[in-house]
């Protein structure tokens, strides 16, 4: 079975500019997430996909930040402009959907490693 | 809020020493709990997890956590590590009615061969 796929890997850009990052989760996953790992930090949950829907985008900067899951698979997430304080590692993790609370596992990207200068 | 607090940033053992990493959780309600680790170049994966019943909860590779409510405790444990268990770990908590998991800011774990 093939795992959460990201792109890039890295990706070094001047502040004030955009960079949009991809993912595509594990195939059959409805529900996919992005989370914001900066260094020497645990992940934050920036936004959460139910298929095409939005479940929860409470910690989404959304001046700057944006997200979409088109078609409800593979997903972007947007930066536009960036700041210094967007470095940072963004992971992609997918699960299986069974019922809003009950657990279904999260499998995570590789993630993509944004450097801003 | 949920947090989840991880005291202990970097650890540093040698092999065949016993481990134990730190997890405190500020919730009320009913949790679940995690443990997740990164080895070095790879995804993030599950080591373990604590919904209900014993609170010993053991996982892959010879890893376990033990969850004490009366302490908002779930510290996870190995009796003999391996220079492979060089990793970073998270521990992380669900209020058990949502799917969103709060991590913990990770601990370091080196082990010297």
């Known amino acids: 079975e093939a795992g959460v796929a990201q792109s890039p890997r890295y990706k070094i850009i001047e502040k004030r500019q955009s960079v949009a990052f991809w993912c595509n989760p594990i195939s059959g996953h409805a529900t996919l997430y992005w989370y914001q790992q900066i260094l020497g930090q645990g992940p934050k949950l920036l936004i959460q996909f139910q298929n095409n829907g939005v479940v929860d985008d409470s910690q989404l900067p959304k001046d700057r930040f944006s997200a979409e899951r088109l078609k409800g698979v593979d997903s972007t997430l947007k930066i536009q402009p960036a700041k210094l304080e967007d470095s940072a590692v963004y992971l992609c993790?997918?699960?299986?959907?069974?019922?809003?609370?009950?657990?279904?596992?999260?499998?995570f990207g590789p993630g993509t490693r944004l450097t801003v200068l | 809020a949920q947090s989840v607090s991880q005291h202990n940033h970097h650890v540093i053992l040698s092999e065949a020493a016993s481990l134990e990493l730190g997890c405190n959780y500020s919730y009320g309600g009913t949790v679940n709990l995690f443990w997740y680790v990164q080895y070095p170049g790879q995804h993030l994966q599950l080591l373990l997890k604590y919904f209900s019943g014993d609170p010993l909860v053991k996982g892959i590779k010879g890893f376990e956590a033990e969850f004490i409510k009366s302490k908002f405790s779930f510290n996870l444990r190995k009796p003999s590590v391996q220079w492979s268990d060089t990793a970073e770990y998270f521990c992380?908590?669900?209020?058990?009615?949502?799917?969103?998991?709060?991590f913990g800011s990770g601990t370091r774990l080196s082990i010297r061969p």
């Open positions: 992380a908590v669900r209020d058990s009615s949502a799917s969103k998991i709060i």
């Open positions: 993790a997918s699960s299986s959907y069974r019922e809003r609370s009950s657990y279904n596992e999260q499998f």
